[in-house]
């Protein structure tokens, strides 16, 4: 099948290289001309683990190709996917321009009628708003679909290959097995709802995984004043099949660019159909008391901050990504700083998106090792694997003191006590 995608960023680029592996014709639309003429080198403009390999792969098959033409590239299309960013607002609803945008420039564009399906993450009704812009061409209806999209950054494009399930919202149920047969290859749980359903699905499903994250982190604080380990009660509560052990890893909070916005949003959409969501607004108020709590435990074991050398490894929001939006991490060097220390950092991926967040006062190191000489503290801010492995004995010796604040539970507590660092965790 001929499927354009507009908005090449991190859901639609892999959405484009899945499709093509899949053996679809597709083509990527983006306004960024920047970005197009990276990703027809064959570069991916970020990172994400197998996604450079199979773009290069696709391109070469002359599978995929990307252009920032909409009006060509809609025409030749039997299906277009909308995956361009609906960022949050002030008040934090989802901003629909750039999605009403391509729409709008859809409806004007294309010669006939199309499948318009839309991944972006929008709030409930957005399918049937869109299905106005698009309105009617040489007599064929557009027909709005929405497709939402669960990856993981980190994982995408193991995600796009093996979904927990596959949602698809239509109006029509043919309209909705149109769509499904794009993915036909998939092998996976696929479910077939109204448009409006498929919306809140999405929506739903973050809301209640960032819940998750804020239950585990009020466990956390209670198991600080109890003594227990929050780690060993996640273990015992997750085994529970009917709970499950995942995203119940206590630590700095929720942060990225979907779950701090979803649940804002969802709060939001709630509200303005006059149903109050008490519990959105606890999981919100704990994230945002999670990072301060950090923050406040940092001061407490460092004393006075001005002065001092503080090591932040980690900047990405999550290990396995570039992805800086709503880094914990940024956030918390951002206090640090304010506080008159100095900050030096250091992570695998994310160094370039993070400069472009941080003042020019913030050291960006090219190793661990080199972060960490000659600090006064070392903050852990995201999981990468890698951390875990520093050789523990060489770094005490180049830290100015043995000071470990662990936001991701990642270290081996026991070992980092027995060799005399200070060690902090969360909920332990
Ligand atoms: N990133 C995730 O993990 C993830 C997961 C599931 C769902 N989503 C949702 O998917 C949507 C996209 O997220 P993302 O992370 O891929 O965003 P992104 O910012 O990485 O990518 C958006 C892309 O759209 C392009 N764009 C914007 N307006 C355009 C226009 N008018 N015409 C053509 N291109 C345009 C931008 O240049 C950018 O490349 C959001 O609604 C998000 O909530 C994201």
């Not at 108020?285 to 006075?304: A, H, P, T, W, Y």
Request: glycine letters at 8%; one cysteine or more.
């Amino acid at each position: 099948m001929k499927i354009a995608i507009i908005g090449t960023g991190y859901v639609g680029l892999v959405t484009a290289v899945g499709l093509a592996e899949l053996g679809h014709q597709v083509v990527g639309v983006d306004q960024n001309s920047d970005k197009i003429k990276l990703l027809n080198q064959g570069r991916s403009p970020f990172y994400e683990p197998q996604l450079a390999r199979l773009l290069k792969k696709n391109l070469l098959k002359k599978k995929l190709s990307f252009n920032c033409l909409l009006k060509k590239s809609v025409n030749l299309a039997d299906f277009i996917f909308i995956c361009v960013g609906t960022p949050p607002q002030q008040d934090g609803s989802a901003d629909l321009t750039a999605v009403k945008e391509v729409a709008t420039a859809i409806g004007r564009d294309a010669k006939k009628g199309k499948v318009v399906v839309t991944k972006s993450t929008v709030p409930v009704g957005t399918g049937k708003i869109l299905q106005k812009i698009l309105g009617r061409k040489n007599g064929r209806q557009f027909s709005t679909v929405s497709c939402p999209e669960f990856l993981r950054e980190g994982r995408a494009i193991f995600d796009f290959f093996h979904p927990d399930r596959l949602v698809v919202g239509a109006d029509e149920r043919q309209t909705a097995l149109k769509v499904m047969a794009v993915f036909k290859k998939i092998k996976t749980k696929k479910i077939i709802t109204s448009r409006e359903t498929a919306e809140l699905i999405k929506y739903a499903a973050n809301a209640f995984l960032a819940t998750k994250i804020s239950f585990i982190n009020e466990i956390a604080n209670l198991c600080e004043k109890v003594g227990a380990d929050v780690d060993q009660v996640a273990g015992g509560v997750g085994a529970d099949k009917r709970i499950n052990p995942y995203f119940l890893k206590a630590g700095l909070g929720y942060g990225g660019s979907c779950f701090p916005k979803d649940v804002r949003a969802l709060k939001q959409l709630s509200g303005g159909h006059g149903y109050f969501f008490r519990l959105l607004k606890s999981v919100i108020e704990v994230n945002n008391l999670q990072k301060k709590r950090f923050f406040e435990k940092i001061k407490s074991g460092v004393g006075n901050l001005r002065g001092k050398t503080v090591a932040v490894l980690g900047l990405a929001f999550k290990n396995d990504t570039d992805d800086t939006r709503e880094s914990a991490g940024i956030a918390l060097i951002k206090k640090i700083k304010k506080e008159g220390a100095k900050v030096k950092v250091y992570d695998p991926q994310a160094m370039v998106n993070a400069r472009a967040e941080l003042d020019e006062t913030v050291i960006f190191c090219d190793s661990e090792l080199k972060a960490l000489r000659g600090a006064d503290a070392l903050i852990i801010a995201t999981e990468w694997e890698r951390f875990k492995h520093l050789p523990w004995p060489r770094v005490k010796k180049l830290m100015k003191k043995p000071v470990i604040f662990d936001g991701k539970n990642l270290l081996d507590k026991n070992l980092l006590e027995k060799l005399k660092f200070k060690y902090w965790g969360v909920g332990k």
